[in-house]
């Protein structure tokens, strides 16, 4: 017998008496929710909908209405209409499900537990509007001591080799999302975003197109298992080099780009065959322990003379804090950790509803690890993963981060609007997919503007958090965690975090 | 110009690479470098067109990244000789350990005798002129050319002992890998299938053998036939089928 279909996830309604037929809706969903009748009637399949909200925000009439789930079931508390639903799609297909986005499970958020501190009458709180704030950030190892002489001309000598360090004006910096997954007009928004606000984005897996090249001192060049466009110009062009390990919305499992998205430009920008499955799988096959996690760090160091930095990106797991110590003994510059709510165009949805832990836990773990080990200046520690507001970029930093790296805000702040379907192929708003006529959606001079106020706004915020909690400087909230008071936290996380209830 | 000496006796990797690298901003054409015992990394992300010649054994990753130069070995080779190579020739006389040419996508890599697991991982080929050659003399272990997504892998298995290894080509998606003798279905990877070899491919490998031949002042004429099992992707799309969306 049939399993029949499940009901539909959204309801599409047009207001007759609103609707004027301009038929923008027809023209803007590329689900192919809408059809024009022959009588200029449009029908309506919401089956389709993803809830992208592309007609909507085009509708000139308002008149379109999407509400969610509009079919009940027996209310359940252990099998709800998601589980029933996906047990319906995996007895039909017997196949892993596809997802998009991050982690989309009810778990507690641990920022919102999390209280930042004021100053009142013993010290003072500063006024940013008067007193200059520092939030530029340096990225990159940090000498244990410096050795300083004086000349008999009485100069300042400095003797101790410094590392190369990123130099960012704000300490949020745009994530990883390749060429492929995302199409170039996102990237070269991203791009330019990232060279208007003085900070760096990452080319994901995918390599570096050469209309990226104008932008390539503000690029994070990647090397992940399957090295897509890695060569030595490839290289040579970051500002820095990262290793991707690991991933917060699929830990453990590697990256995927269908054949069907390998066009000829992804293909050369990529170096691979067009048209083919773009496979990285999770291990690198020439790291099978720290050890060989150093020699790759050296050989990418060594191929680029030293120059560079060199970040290695681990997902948020179980024992991450061990993980990151092995990491910053071994050459690397800074260690991105990836919480579990980070977002991907396409991820297994058990492993990015179920495998991961929250990035607030991590990064406070990852901080203390280092510390106790008195080897936290031999790294920087970035923080990733569902980051949505400059609070949570304020308190990544008191947990421990030296800067974050943000990537569904910025895509959000271009117009996605979190629909989850990007290993579609079809955004509507042009971002996750290589679809001519919808990548032309995308104006890069206009969405680059909105990723820069972005990010100004969330550092300008900053500096009003930093202010109000007394501090000019970021590096004096940097794993400044008596900064943090938890609300409604157990005991277990708060000695994780070792950050105090409210009211201690 | 002459060829420039360096020797490598207790000499860390990197002044030995800077050494290299001066010299070839100089204009070698030929560099030879003797005493090398375990240096990784040698000639790593170096491009030019020079020549160098290095007596001893290197260490890991030799030629990574490397883009247009030739490394002749006259010794074995650690792990991953030719890893993400570009472009350029590195020439083995003697055996290699595990992931030779991972990565690899373009340039050439022979290797006289044997190397370890993984051979050829990764490989790909893209556009014009992006081709990777891995040719090896004798044997390979398991796991060759997993991942393969492009360029040729040939093993002649000179000493008469056919191919014994595993997993070949799991998860291949392009690229052909080419064995002297027979494979047994049990020794192929997920996603990887035998198909004829026939006079067509022997004419399109038989460049690569005469090239290893001459290398290792070996007859090639033994090596001229059909007498190959030729390993190749099932489907360009291997994982399609997989996946459902949400
Ligand atoms: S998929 Fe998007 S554009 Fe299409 S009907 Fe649904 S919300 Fe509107
Ligand atoms: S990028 Fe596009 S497809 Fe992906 S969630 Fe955002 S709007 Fe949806």
């Keep these: ?504 | 110009m002459e060829p420039v000496h360096i020797d490598a006796r207790a000499l860390h990797y990197t002044p030995l690479n800077q050494q290299i690298r001066k010299a070839v901003s100089e204009g070698a054409t030929e560099i030879i470098v003797d005493n090398v015992l375990g240096q990784r990394f040698i000639a790593d992300g170096l491009k030019g067109e020079v020549t160098i010649r290095i007596n001893g054994v290197p260490g890991g990753d030799l030629g990574m990244f490397m883009s247009g130069p030739t490394c002749i070995v006259k010794g074995n080779c650690d792990h991953a000789p030719g890893n993400t190579m570009d472009n350029g020739k590195i020439v083995i006389h003697g055996s290699a350990g595990d992931a030779v040419a991972h990565s690899m996508r373009g340039g050439k890599v022979f290797v006289r005798d044997d190397i370890g697991y993984r051979g050829g991982i990764h490989m790909k080929e893209y556009g014009t002129g992006h081709k990777p050659i891995l040719v090896i003399g004798d044997n390979a272990c398991s796991f060759l050319g997993e991942y393969m997504a492009g360029g040729v892998i040939i093993v002649l298995s000179k000493s008469g002992n056919t191919f014994g290894g595993r997993g070949v080509g799991s998860g291949i998606h392009g690229g052909e890998i080419i064995l002297r003798g027979e494979l047994k279905e049990r020794q192929l990877g997920v996603g990887a299938k035998i198909t004829e070899f026939t006079e067509k491919d022997l004419e399109k490998i038989s460049p690569y053998i005469e090239e290893f031949c001459a290398y290792f002042e070996i007859d090639p004429e033994k090596y001229l036939d059909t007498r190959y099992t030729k390993i190749v992707a099932s489907s360009s799309r291997p994982f399609a089928g997989k996946y459902v969306w949400e």
């Design chain 1, 1 to 504: 017998m049939s399993l029949g279909s499940v009901p539909l996830k959204y309801r599409i309604q047009i207001d007759r008496q609103q609707c004027m037929q301009c038929m923008r809706c027809v023209d803007n969903c590329s689900y192919g929710v809408f059809r024009e009748e022959d009588d200029g009637n449009i029908l309506i399949d919401s089956r389709k909908c993803t809830a992208c909200h592309r007609c909507i925000s085009m509708c000139p009439r308002d008149a379109i209405n999407l509400s969610e789930r509009p079919v009940d079931y027996r209310s359940h508390p252990l099998w709800t209409p998601e589980a029933r639903e996906d047990v319906i799609n995996q007895s039909r297909s017997g196949r892993i499900v596809l997802a998009g986005m991050g982690n989309a499970k009810d778990y507690p958020i641990i920022y919102d537990r999390l209280v930042l501190d004021a100053c009142q009458v013993t010290n003072p709180s500063i006024d940013p509007l008067r007193e200059p704030m520092e939030l530029r950030t340096y990225l990159g190892q940090k000498p244990s001591k410096l050795d300083i002489r004086k000349q008999e001309n009485g100069d300042i000598e400095l003797n101790t080799k410094l590392s190369p360090n990123l130099e960012l004006q704000t300490p949020i910096m745009i994530g990883h999302m390749s060429y492929g997954a995302i199409s170039l007009n996102a990237q070269l928004s991203l791009a330019k975003a990232a060279a208007k606000t003085g900070t760096y984005m990452g080319t994901g897996e995918g390599g570096l197109h050469k209309d990226i090249y104008p932008y390539q001192d503000n690029m994070i060049v990647q090397v992940a298992s399957g090295r897509f466009g890695v060569d030595i110009n490839y290289l040579e062009r970051g500002a820095a080099i990262e290793i991707k390990i690991g991933q917060g919305a699929k830990p453990g499992i590697g990256g995927h780009l269908p054949g069907e998205k390998v066009c000829t430009d992804v293909s050369c920008t990529r170096m691979i065959p067009a048209g083919s499955d773009a496979i990285s799988p999770a291990p690198h096959h020439d790291i099978y322990s720290i050890e060989d996690l150093a020699q790759l760090v050296r050989g990418l160091k060594e191929a680029t003379e030293w120059k560079k930095p060199v970040f290695v990106k681990i997902a948020a797991v179980h024992n991450v804090a061990a993980v990151a110590a092995g990491i910053a003994r071994s050459s690397a510059d800074a260690v991105v950790i990836d919480g579990f709510r980070g977002g991907t165009g396409a991820s297994p949805k058990v492993f990015r509803d179920n495998v991961g832990i929250p990035i607030e836990a991590a990064i406070a773990s990852v901080d203390q690890k280092l510390n106790d080990q008195g080897i936290r200046n031999k790294v920087s520690v970035i923080a990733s993963g569902g980051i949505r507001n400059s609070a949570d970029i304020a308190k990544s930093i008191a947990l421990g981060a030296d800067a974050v790296y943000i990537g569904t805000a910025a895509l959000i702040s271009m117009g996605c609007r979190v629909c989850g379907n990007c290993y579609r192929g079809l955004c509507p708003w042009g971002i996750a997919t290589q679809r001519e006529d919808l990548v032309s959606r995308l104006d890069p001079e206009v969405e680059s503007e909105h990723v820069a106020n972005l990010i100004n706004s969330w550092t300008l915020e900053l500096s009003e958090l930093m202010g109000a909690a007394g501090i000019n400087s970021i590096e004096s909230l940097r794993g400044n965690r008596s900064r943090l008071r938890g609300y409604m936290l157990d005991e277990g996380t708060l000695d994780v975090l070792q950050v105090k209830p409210v009211g201690a």
